[in-house]
Nanobody, 116 residues
Framework: QVQLVEFGGGLVQPGGSLRLSCAASGFTISTYDMSWYRQAPGKERELVANIFSFGGSTTYADSVKGRFTIFRDNAKNMVFLEMNSLKPEDTAVYYC?????????WGQGTQVTVSS
């Protein structure tokens, strides 16, 4: 069964840090481009970061550049999002996505709330 499961979300104070994890099962992520998206209440889902299968290059939304880092561990079949200097506007449900050719998978999301 193909599955992406995110975990690591929670409540954190402004300026704090969290590491999100996305565990894949039923397929091997090494050939997949992996991404993190987020969706805040009342807003559309937006791309946060990509990490590509070929070369491991990364891209980030302007709003998170310099604060977030996406990385992958193909041996563990996982992708991560390290989030630092968190702001209240980072509050959202964060989703993991895997894409390869015609194959596209989404996780169920993990809630991140940044509040004092």
């Amino acid at each position: 069964q193909v599955q992406l499961v995110e975990f690591g979300g929670g409540l954190v104070q402004p300026g704090g840090s969290l590491r999100l994890s996305c565990a894949a099962s039923g397929f091997t992520i090494s050939t997949y481009d992996m991404s993190w998206y987020r969706q805040a209440p009342g807003k559309e889902r937006e791309l946060v970061a990509n990490i590509f299968s070929f070369g491991g290059s990364t891209t980030y939304a302007d709003s998170v550049k310099g604060r977030f880092t996406i990385f992958r561990d193909n041996a563990k079949n996982m992708v991560f999002l390290e989030m630092n200097s968190l702001k209240p506007e980072d509050t959202a449900v964060y989703y993991c996505k895997a894409v390869y050719s015609r194959y596209l998978y989404w996780g169920q999301g993990t809630q991140v709330t940044v509040s004092s």
